[in-house]
């Protein structure tokens, strides 16, 4: 049974002065596996002062210190993969090979931007005026569940190139991955205060962020409800804010591509992370007069996907990461066949002989637009299929929604699917399963978010931009 006890404040593990304890869960088995006590409201605010104290000294570092305290954060998390990949097995439920690339991915978002920051130029002519790039102050970082130890180390290493001090809020659903994150970050010795941890609720911790005059700057990941509620007690205080939020993202099958293989990648980019991913391809759009090919064919590839067995390599959907999230996944699943949809593989209830927060991967046939599973984020591997009659209508279905945070199109002309991407209502679009780039803008249109992460562009949200007049001599005409 896990104990942790302890947040990180100005370069030291301390004991919360909050007193409420929170149960973790193994979500293959739905047994309490451990416990966290929860940071309150004053522990919130001692480690907004000390990211206030260290700022001043962290924000003139040169552009060398801080690249080479982010390859020794890179180094750090390097050394703690394995662990980090068993704890979100265990804690979260994600399979053996999402929890290994996902820890990888955690230690290399610190190479990521020290790349960045070694090519990117803080200060630039603009006609007579020398505009520089200043960090924007003390930041508040609040991450996920679904990828937590991922954004944690993201926002972090995109903080730190930009010269600001942090306090993470990670969501106290992963203890037990943040534990080691931690452990991993202090071990990299940076100046006490520079990044400060403290696990607690949204409503308590997340809600002191928010309003806190002394924090500049908020990065959330997370749902567009809360997004909004963040926005709202911000703006008092004028917070900079990014938001990365809800998205129930389109893949277009367009009437060229051959079924055989773009079935199988619809699938995948439907079901990546068991479905709880923002990102998730959820609504299928195929052409009308081969949906019953798409069925047909989307049976074959659902049933080819392995569930369960966490450890086994193979495996590519695990449970839900709690039971309330299992039991919302299952209300979705009722109201779609209540809805009138088609029911083309799964359902409600457990996989054969498994237990704990699993869900069957499912798939609906006949689904309009205007339905619930169509227009709402499920956050589970539940996949809509939606048909339409011309490439025109594909694009007035796609964009049909009041997210806009990524969508896929499948072709087999290139030069047609990059029009049509042109033409998606989105912050990122794969073309034919393309691989994610991590130096590439990352962030939605509409209510999927504000803002972008990851580069450059994610660096500059961490700036702010000053414009120095006559410090230029200007050579005479």
Known sequence: MYSIEH??????????????????????????????????????????????????????????QRIAWLKRLYEAMLANVDRLAAATIEEYGAPSTRAKWGARYAAESFLHAAQTLEEYSFTRRIG????????????ALITPWNANAGFICNKLATAIAAGCTVVIKPSEMSALQTQIVTEAL?????????????????????????VNPNVA????????????????????????????????????????????????????????????ACIAGTRILVPEDRLQ???????????????GHLNDADSAIGPMVSQRQY?????????GVEEGATLVIGGEGHPDGLAGYYVKPTVFANVTNGMS??????????????TYRSEEEAIEIANDTVYGLHAYVISADIERARAVASRLEAGRVS????????????????QSGIGREYGTFGLEAFLETKAVLGAIVLEPQ
């Not at 202090?186 to 928010?210: C, K, M, W």
């Not at 090919?293 to 569930?307: G, T």
């Not at 599973?373 to 939606?386: D, N, S, W, Y």
């Open 293 to 307: 090919d798409v069925i047909r064919l989307v049976k074959e590839a659902v049933s080819a996907v392995k569930v």
């Open 373 to 386: 599973i169509a227009r709402e984020e499920i956050f589970g591997p539940v996949l809509c299929i939606l």
């Open 186 to 210: 202090h071990e990299a010795g940076l100046p006490a205060g520079v990044f400060n941890i403290v696990t607690g609720r949204g409503d308590i911790v997340g809600s002191e962020l928010s």
């Open 431 to 446: 073309i034919n399963g393309a691989p994610h780039e991590p130096l590439a803008p990352f962030g939605g249109y509409k």
């Open 7 to 64: 947040i990180y404040i100005d370069g030291q593990f301390v004991q919360p002065n909050g007193q409420e304890w929170f149960d973790l869960h193994n979500p293959s088995t739905g047994d309490v596996i451990g416990r966290v006590r929860l940071a309150d409201v004053q522990d919130t605010k001692d480690a907004i002062a000390a990211a206030r104290r260290a700022f001043p000294a962290f924000a003139r570092t040169t552009r060398e």
């Open 327 to 335: 039991e919302r996944v299952q209300g979705y699943i009722r109201r």
């Open 128 to 139: 007579s005026a020398e505009v520089v790039m200043e960090p924007v102050g003390v930041a």
């Open 217 to 276: 700057k908020i990065s959330f990941t997370g749902s567009t409800a809360v997004g909004k509620s963040i926005l709202r007690a911000g703006a008092d205080t004028m917070k900079r804010v990014t938001l990365e939020l809800g998205g129930k993202s389109p893949t277009l099958i367009l009437d060229d591509a051959n079924l055989e293989t773009a079935v199988p990648v619809a699938v995948t980019s439907g079901f990546q992370n068991s479905g709880q």
